[in-house]
């Protein structure tokens, strides 16, 4: 409630504690901080009341209030108001909206120009029902009496986008809503009237106007989602955060119709009490209420949470609801419990990696989870190691295996303490189960083992050459099993060499043969028998053993010379021979070596002479100055360092042959070298020479031959007298009958008149050829020196290799002379009767048919 008394505006406050700031439209006038108005110029020329409108404001954050504030000066009446802005008292009377005037005259003459006005807002409520148009406010010029104006508006919601929301009258000035108003949509729009007179011309300046759409509460609270998904451990105290939800209201939510709250409608399952969960009617935030959340009781619940609006007043507020599901999240507060106090099992002896006893166990906790997975652990009874326990992943079962063999003549059984646990810890608070702990007896299967050598391999120690029948040692197994009275044989199973044999019922090992240390099958001195012991328990077992016997070397093996053959010069100088030896046996009886040159023949020791170089070599060289070139059997004397002593004759092939100025044997000498002598050699020569010599005269007259035969004439030449002659035409036929030629092939068809037409030569039926043609060998003036196959392969040779070939078989034309040949068949020369024939153009053949023209053409011969 705001008067004016005094030049005061006073303003009621709710709290008058807070204090209250002032501000004026007019900067004319000010309003002090406790309600007082005072100007800033001059006012006693007015010459009508003022209106300007005053802002209160406590702080900030706190709402606004406005005023029209009127102030006129003393002693003047007011007739009516000049401008008034307020709530319509009468539907046929709007608030009236007058444009200021622009200029004032003073007392002195001189113009002032007034300020505008600020217009308070106008506050239109949403989804009016009308009726439309609705009459918001009236403007209007004080120039209006003097001439006639047109009012009009701009602004979105006028002229802009949406369009004609809201309309003027043009000369009463009246402003109209159209339709309901949607705050959703806009909730404010800013317009500005206009006054121009009848030629358009600017009366007034603008003046803005701001409408305010007043907010209905005509939206529903929405969730975001229809359901909510939260989780909270089992176990939680009270006040555990679980989840939030939130809905949104579209109306205004600084007003009581955008104000949403929250409330719980039902809880599903009612368990153990009907109220577990509450919201936070504001934030929407729910927590849990009570303990006693047990996953394996209840694993979920279903809340149906409502939001109204209206500060949650359900007699004027709207509602809406949506589906909280929490789900309980399993903690590790069930340990797991063994179904039985104590297990059994079975083992085969000597068996592994086989599952022997299965234990149960029951976990209520969450399955397939660390809180539900069983961990078995053995704590007693298996000091060893023999067994493990697995957990089984689908079933949770605790499978007892075998890891390492068992030997039932050892223990026959086991007594093993069981204790099981989950993979994850425990809950805080939560105790181990008593049933978390079994025992667990495994039985031991006693099984038919088989025998065993102790010592395998087992090492003996002999010298070579003990004779057969010799008892080397005893090679026993033992039976591990102890509790069954079984019998044990033996067999051999591999003897290389076949040297020894074994006792079937004690093991004894005896030779067969005599023991040779330098044998193939002793490999380091050590020779190796592989003997096998069999029981006969059911089913019969047997194992195998290895002995290994060292040979022990003894002087068995004379030296042996080496090399065997050397080559040394015909006259004594530094060239020597470098001779050693080879013994099979080892130290010590092989070197040092002895070498001599034995007494006797008595030419060995005269031409040759042994030095000593070290233990394993020596020199053998030349005694006398000259030795004839040949090749000498030199015998040499070797004997080895054992006890006692074994010595060999050997036999050394020397080659004695002239040498070089550098020592070395020269080829000829190398050759006399070998026994003989020159003139040997020469003669080995002059018969290879002639050798030689016989083959290429071999090799002249048979490529002579080939030629004459490849040149033999068809028919004889002319200085031959074929009266005095008898000639073979054909050395390969078999006379005239076997001649029976068809010549019609070689001859050019009378209808291949464009072929016919065309050089002589070789020519297809086939095709005409449309490129420069291949040359093929024509008929020469002198007659082919062959006969007509060389040239019928020639002239095949020639098509072969045209490029223009077709790719089938082609008819050929050899030597075309024209349509019908007056060469008339070779065979009638023996075959005609008549002598009316005229030959004489076989004078025209050339000089091998000249005697033919002579004997048939009618000459004076006749």
Known sequence: DTTVSSGRVKFDSCREDEEVGFESSDPSFNVRTDGSIYTEQDVSSLAEPVQFMVTARSSPDRPIWETTVKLALAGQTQTSPTAQIGQEEDEQQPSVIMFPGKQQMTSNGVRRQKRDWVIPPINVPENSRGPFPQI??????????????????????????????????????????????????????????????????????????????????????????????????????????????????????????????????????????????????????????????????????????????????????????????????????????????????????????????????????????????????????????????????????????????????????????????????????????????????????????????????????????????????????????????????????????????????????????????????????????????????????????????????????????????????????????????????????????????????????????????????????????????????????VSDSGNPPLSNRSIIKVKVCPCDENGDCTTIGAVAAAGLGTGAIIAILICIIILLTMVLLFVVWMKRREKERQTKQLLIDPEDDVRDNILKYDEEGGGEEDQDYDLSQLQQPESLDHIISKPPGVRRVDERPVVPESQYPIRPVVPHPGDIGDFINEGLRAADNDPTAPPYDSLLVFDYEGSGSTAGSVSSLNSSSTGDQDYDYLNDWGPRFKKLADMYGGGDDD
């Open 136 to 637: 918001l406010v009236s403007i209007r010029s004080d120039q209006d009496r003097d001439i006639q104006i047109r009012y009009s508006i701009t602004g979105v919601g006028a002229d802009q986008p949406p369009n004609e929301v809201f309309s003027i009258d043009p000369v009463a000035g009246k402003m109209f809503v159209t339709k309901p108003l949607d705050r959703e949509e806009r909730s404010s729009y800013h317009l500005r009237a206009h006054a121009v007179d009848m030629n358009g011309n600017k009366v007034e300046n603008p003046i803005d106007l701001y409408i305010y759409v007043i907010d209905m509460n005509d939206n529903r609270p929405e969730f975001r989602n229809q359901v909510y998904n939260g989780s909270v451990d089992e176990g939680s105290k009270p006040g555990s955060y679980v989840m939030k939800v939130t809905a949104n209201d579209a109306d205004d939510d600084t007003t009581a119709n955008g104000m949403v709250r929250y409330r719980i409608l039902t809880q599903s399952p009612q368990s153990p009490i009907p109220n577990m969960f509450t919201i936070n009617s504001e934030t929407g935030d729910i927590v849990t209420v009570a303990a006693g959340l047990d996953r394996e009781t209840v694993s979920q619940y279903t809340i149906i949470i409502q939001a109204t609006d209206m500060e949650g007043n359900l007699n004027f507020g709207l509602s809406n609801t949506a589906t909280a599901i929490i789900s309980v999240t399993d903690v590790n507060d069930s340990p797991p419990e063994l179904t039985a106090r104590t297990f059994s099992g079975e083992v085969p002896e000597n068996r592994v990696n086989i599952v022997v006893a299965n234990l149960t166990v029951i976990d209520k906790d969450q399955p397939h989870t660390p809180n539900w997975n069983a961990v078995y652990r053995i704590v007693s009874g298996d000091p060893s190691g023999h067994f493990v326990i697995r957990t089984d992943p689908v079933t949770n079962d605790g499978m007892v295996t075998v890891v390492k063999p068992v030997d039932y003549e050892m223990n026959r059984a086991f007594m093993l303490t069981v204790v099981v646990s989950n993979q994850a810890h425990l809950a805080s608070g939560i105790q181990s189960s008593l049933q978390s702990t079994a025992g667990v007896t495994i039985s031991v299967v006693d099984v038919n083992e088989p025998p065993f050598f102790p010592s395998n391999p087992k090492p003996i120690r002999f010298e070579e050459g003990v004779p057969a029948g010799t008892t080397l040692t005893t090679f026993a197994a033992n039976d591990p099993d102890r509790f069954m009275q079984q019998i044990v044989r033996y067999s051999k199973l591999a003897d290389p060499a076949n040297w020894l044999s074994i006792n079937t019922t004690n093991g004894q090992i005896v030779t067969t043969a005599i023991l040779d240390r330098e044998s193939i099958y002793v490999k380091n001195n050590i020779y190796e028998a592989t003997f096998l012991a069999s029981d006969n328990g059911s089913p019969p077992a047997s194992g195998t053993g290895t002995l290994q016997i060292y040979l022990i070397d003894v002087n068995d093996n004379a030296p042996v010379l080496l090399p065997k053959e050397a080559q040394i010069c015909e006259r004594i100088n530094t060239n020597s021979i470098n001779i050693t030896a080879a013994d099979a046996d080892i130290d010590p009886n092989v070197g040092p070596f002895i070498f001599e040159l034995p007494t006797f023949p008595s030419s060995v020791r005269r031409n040759w002479t042994i030095s000593r170089l070290n233990g394993d070599y020596a020199q053998l060289s030349l005694r006398i100055q000259y030795l004839e070139s040949g090749v000498y059997e030199v015998p040499v004397i």
